[in-house]
């Protein structure tokens, strides 16, 4: 099989094996295996991981009891102790090959760079298999619509690896808003310090041979082809803009998903950015992106007028509001804010150590309304990811659902236009039904900075000067094409 191959169709092959492949699958009953000790063969859900070297790994070793079947990394040096954790799982490091030949795979697990999210998700859900996808779920808000849609269509169980949406804090913290405790709100604030890794860097020029384990042809993908540098992999791609989604994507899944889900947020219907400095190849330092939503259908004892949301990282703080006790937690780490009418929610990630204060005093709010909880699995491992696989093996739907987390990416991701879009000096009106920034003309221009590598280890003011290029582009043509990636490669959906 050629690995350039067009993954269209290479999907058409796959789909004309599955009714065989169906057709000769049979199942142990239950009882026939009771009381051996272990779980019995049709309790086990047949996994393959995809992306194994990092999240993965925790992922899998999240659903214990269950059948690790297949193994698949573009990188076998730097999953090589995942193959030794599942000596029997078969390894690959082409999804389309492994999804084509390995006819006993009922799920999978994906946990590859971000701007790889999308092409063996699909294909995987056009075969019928389930699909667990790290956050965020894709590289781009067309992505996200895509995905959402073709879950609804092939009706397989989807669940994004936004981990902490399964703790019960999550619905305490809801609880409290959905029982009116805060009043309107109509303010909140998300936080996080985060990058950690490096961001706001220009390409590297020096050349590094790949290593012997590594197909970068696969690492790649759809991206821009580039010459291999260990910037870029194991770690740092996260930074980049071909292959990550900065510091909003990597934590805007976990920090924003308790406003997401109290708040009923939906779709903005404009937001605006402002940032370091921006360049054409990587993520700034920090960012400030401000959501403005619409109101919202009120629930019995809660109303949602229309809110602003403001996203800030690289160590970025909202004001700390002069009513607080001068002692309350707002965790520089990461957290959120709520402000209410009535009073103000502080937390942390996924409402962690949440707490209410009114009148400069911490309060504890009687709530009026309850909402179920995701239960722990008798045989343990990660509460998020066994809920995925109870859900795939006796029916449901996981609580971050594709239908869940595939808007709520949208609005996550979509940050991004506003951090590399800033130089419009405006705020941009959002159409969701069309996915569309609606306020940028035709001939509008938009201008970035390119890095270069300082010329001297004295970096004069001329050296300085030297090492930042402007950039123009189209401003519409760009916006397009980061709301709708044109795949490289003969890649496509």
Known sequence: MDLKSNLKSSRRSFIGTTAAAVAGFSVIPSHAVAGLGHTPPSDKLNIAGIGIGGKGKVNLDNMPGQNIVALCDVDWNYADRVFKAYPKAKKWKDFREMLENQKDIEAVVIATPDHTHTLPAAAAMELGKHVYLQKPLTHSVWESRYLTELAQKTGVVTQMGNEGHSNDTVYEVAEVVHSGCLGDI????????????????????????????????????????????????????????????????????????????????????????????????????????????????????????????????????????????????????????????????????????????????????????????????????????????????????????FEYSGPFNEMVVMGNLAVRMQSLQKTLLWDSENMKVTNISPDETLVTTKLLPFSSDIVTRKVEGESKQSVKWNAQEMCEEWVKHTYKNGWSL
């Open 186 to 401: 109509k303010e909140a604030h998300v936080w996080t310090n985060r990058p950690i890794w490096r961001q706001g860097m220009p390409k590297p020029l020096k050349e590094v041979k790949v290593p012997n384990t590594l197909d970068w042809d696969l690492f790649i993908g759809p991206a821009e082809m580039r010459p291999y540098n260990p910037e870029y992999h194991p770690w740092i791609w996260r930074g980049w803009w071909d292959f990550g989604t900065g510091a909003l994507g990597d934590m805007g899944c976990h920090l924003l998903d308790v406003p997401n889900y109290a708040l009923h947020l939906g779709a903005p219907k404009a937001f605006q950015a402002s940032s370091s400095l921006v360049n054409t190849e990587s993520a700034p330092v920090s960012a400030q992106v401000t959501y403005l939503f619409p109101a919202r259908k009120n629930l019995d004892y809660c109303a949602f007028p229309e809110l602003e949301l403001t996203w800030y990282d690289g160590g970025l703080m909202p004001a700390r509001p002069f009513d607080l006790p001068v002692d309350a937690p707002m965790n520089p780490g990461g957290g959120f804010m709520f402000i209410g009418s009535k009073a103000t929610l502080i937390a942390e990630a996924y409402g962690g150590k949440w707490k209410v204060y009114k009148n400069g005093q911490e309060v504890v709010p009687e709530t009026r309304v309850n909402i179920d909880r995701i239960p722990d699995d008798p045989m343990g491992g990660g509460r998020h990811e066994m809920h995925f696989v109870n859900c795939c093996k006796n029916g449901g739907k996981p609580a971050s659902s």
